[in-house]
């Protein structure tokens, strides 16, 4: 028995009237994934510029964390202790991480030579964790979490049509294929840079989507859901779901999961569990011990930044630097002595897959090559977009969305169901949103 092949692919029609729609709703998005993943590429340069003055004060003579950190907690309000970001060089100044009672992160920066106060800032008023947001929430928390994983979801969509209306059929050469032909004027030109450098972006835009989904809202959460169901595919989430507080994060606390801290009452006896909204600051013998573990923290050489929190009568020494294969995790006694230390390669499957596509994603897996062709990348899609909106606005009819008519018997092929069916199985707002178009058109049908 044979299938023809007009039964096993969609028509160029049907896939030019899906790369059309997807594309008008997802082109302005990447557009400005692009510029906004563009500036966070660089985020290690620009925080370093941005608290350039905080990194060359007075070399530091007679270091006390402890001091550091009851001068941070004055300046804040019935604040209390999250972390201690030990310091890079023997110029720079304390950070302390401290909660206000209403669960907002405030980064402290302290001078270690006079502990003195030199500045006060909300963590989510950081540049970066503004950039941040942007990129993956559009300051819209949660719901613009789900928006952008909308558009990852349909922008998946765009490169598959977009790959199959690319394929030469019965060209000769390369040029049109593999490099545009920009010696052409007119249309032909615009289609070569909108059509080739989608092509050679859409392996890394590919890349970029997959492993951005783990911190979106919608598939994050579900990813959580199969692993609590089914079995563990992850050891310890290092990544935020959705819109995560600075407040919880910092802290180290395992996402959409609560985290306490044992407290001592007023007998010294341990007392009930505080949430994480108001982690409960280090006291007594526990305190005096900081300025011992910070210099055991300072023997270990971990990638900066290394956060240093209170974690019960014990203490968590770790590394957050966005190459994720290079963090560790280290318990320390008030004693100063390494009690357990977790490494990268210690961590579940899932959780080293995730951690070099993150690391990739950022631009941090292998130094300055990977910023550079990120950003080369982020060129070529804000290119792809221009050049297919000036396509748009050169075909499109005044007062139409010029969207390519449809034919009376549309073939979408079963390479195309099957594509769209396993599309929509793995992202489930896609999945939705096809039911919902399946239902719409058979109501206009009708």
Not at 163 to 175: M, S, T, Y
Not at 285 to 314: E, F, K, N, R, Y
């Amino acid at each position: 028995m044979t299938i023809h092949i007009a039964t096993l692919w969609p028509d160029r029609r049907t896939l030019w009237r899906w790369h059309f729609f997807a594309g008008l709703f997802c082109l302005p998005f990447v557009a400005f994934l692009s510029l906004t993943g563009a500036v966070y590429l660089f985020k290690p340069q620009i925080d370093d510029w941005i608290d350039w003055r905080y990194d060359h004060l007075l070399t530091v003579q007679s270091p006390s964390p402890k001091r550091d950190v009851q001068a941070a907690l004055s300046a804040v309000p019935q604040g209390a202790f999250l972390a201690y970001e030990l310091p890079r060089t023997s110029q720079s100044a304390a950070r302390i991480l401290v909660s206000r009672p209403e669960g907002e992160a405030v980064r402290v920066y302290v001078d270690r030579n006079t502990h003195t106060v030199l500045k006060t800032v909300l963590e989510e008023n950081r540049f970066e964790r503004l950039v941040f947001r942007l990129h993956g929430q559009l300051l819209l928390g949660n719901m613009g979490s789900v928006i952008m994983e909308m558009v990852a979801s349909w922008t998946i969509v765009l490169i598959v049509t977009g790959l199959l209306l690319w394929w030469p059929r019965g060209q000769n050469g390369l040029a049109g294929v593999v490099y545009p032909r920009l010696g052409i004027k007119g249309r032909t030109r615009w289609r070569d840079l909108h059509a080739v450098t989608g092509v050679w972006a859409s392996v890394f835009l590919v890349l970029f989507l997959v492993s951005g989904l783990p911190w979106s809202f919608v598939w994050g959460h579900t990813l959580q859901s199969v692993e609590n169901t089914v079995g563990r595919l992850t050891s310890v989430k290092d990544w935020e779901i959705g819109a995560v507080p600075a407040a919880t994060f910092i802290a180290g606390h395992p996402v959409g999961q609560p985290h306490s801290l044992p407290v001592k009452d007023s007998m010294g006896m341990p007392g009930m569990d505080m949430p994480a909204a108001s982690p409960s600051f280090p006291e007594g013998d526990l305190l005096s011990s900081l300025d011992t573990v910070v210099q055991t923290a300072s023997t270990l050489s971990l990638p900066a930044p290394v956060i240093i929190t209170a974690s019960g009568s014990l203490w968590s020494v770790r590394s957050d630097t966005q190459n994720r294969p290079l963090r560790e995790s280290v318990t320390v006694t008030p004693d100063g002595h390494v009690m357990t230390q977790e490494t990268f390669a210690q961590k579940g499957f899932m959780d080293r897959i995730i951690g070099y596509g993150v690391a990739a994603h950022e631009g941090q897996l292998f130094g300055g090559i990977n910023q550079a062709i990120n950003l080369l990348v982020a060129v070529g899609l804000l290119m792809m977009s221009s050049a297919a909106t000036v396509l748009w606005l050169k075909r499109k009819p005044v007062g139409s969305l010029g969207a390519p008519p449809a034919l009376h018997s549309q073939k979408y092929g079963i390479v195309g169901m099957t594509t769209l069916v396993i599309l929509g199985l793995l992202l489930p707002e896609l999945g939705v949103a096809l039911l919902v178009l399946v239902l719409a058109n058979r109501m206009f049908a009708r």
